[in-house]
T-cell receptor
Framework: DVKVTQSSRYLVKRTGEKVFLECVQDMDHENMFWYRQDPGLGLRLIYFSYDVKMKEKGDIPEGYSVSREKKERFSLILESASTNQTSMYLC??????????????FGPGTRLTVL | GEDVEQSLFLSVREGDSSVINCTYTDSSSTYLYWYKQEPGAGLQLLTYIFSNMDMKQDQRLTVLLNKKDKHLSLRIADTQTGDSAIYFCAETAYYGQNFVFGPGTRLSVLP
């Protein structure tokens, strides 16, 4: 059974703080993703990674960075948190697709509030 | 770029059928997916359809695909209160490595 875990379910931080969100998957997946979820906007891709030390910008990378030092772990970093980064953050992983059927497995999410 | 659209809300009575609609833009998508998000949880894959199919049935779920109109629908028969959730339509992108998700349809099932 694939499991994607996220370090915190709820997080409260202050404006200007550096924030780390951690994600770990246990199925040896090549791809890992960070999304943010906002009402009415659905899921928007922040960054993804298809291999260790590789990263690609998604649709909304501004204000975020990522790190993938080990295959199973993908970290999202907010260098200086701002109130507009208050959101639900979802991590996902998947196998490297050959263009055929693929499935992303999601963690439970981290609800981040920036005061 | 790719775009996926859905209506945001749907309310149905328990026992009725629910139909959630989705339109997408990328005609090269090989697979189209429906994900379900229950309250306080991440997303789970509900079902998917291959682009050369018109219909797929899986127990209470029926997926219809109109490729010409780029329209996808999910029908849930005999809707139950446990079906209350947000349903996301998704198409593939980035050579099949990633998905573009719609905004999600919040389904409310009334007793």
């Amino acid at each position: 059974d694939v499991k994607v875990t996220q370090s915190s379910r709820y997080l409260v931080k202050r404006t200007g703080e550096k924030v780390f969100l951690e994600c770990v998957q246990d199925m040896d997946h090549e791809n890992m993703f960070w999304y943010r979820q906002d009402p009415g906007l659905g899921l928007r891709l922040i960054y993804f990674s298809y291999d260790v030390k590789m990263k690609e910008k998604g649709d909304i990378p501004e204000g975020y960075s990522v790190s993938r030092e080990k295959k199973e772990r993908f970290s999202l970093i907010l260098e200086s948190a701002s109130t507009n980064q208050t959101s639900m953050y979802l991590c996902a992983s998947s196998l490297l697709s050959s263009g055929s059927y693929n499935e992303q497995f999601f963690g439970p999410g981290t609800r981040l509030t920036v005061l | 770029g790719e775009d996926v659209e859905q209506s945001l809300f749907l309310s149905v009575r328990e026992g009725d059928s629910s139909v959630i609609n989705c339109t997408y833009t990328d005609s090269s998508s090989t697979y189209l997916y429906w994900y379900k998000q229950e309250p306080g949880a991440g997303l789970q894959l509900l079902t998917y359809i291959f682009s050369n199919m018109d219909m797929k049935q899986d127990q209470r779920l029926t997926v219809l695909l109109n490729k010409k109109d780029k329209h996808l629908s999910l029908r849930i028969a005999d809707t139950q209160t446990g079906d209350s959730a947000i349903y996301f339509c998704a198409e593939t992108a980035y050579y099949g490595q990633n998905f573009v998700f719609g905004p999600g349809t919040r389904l409310s099932v009334l007793p």
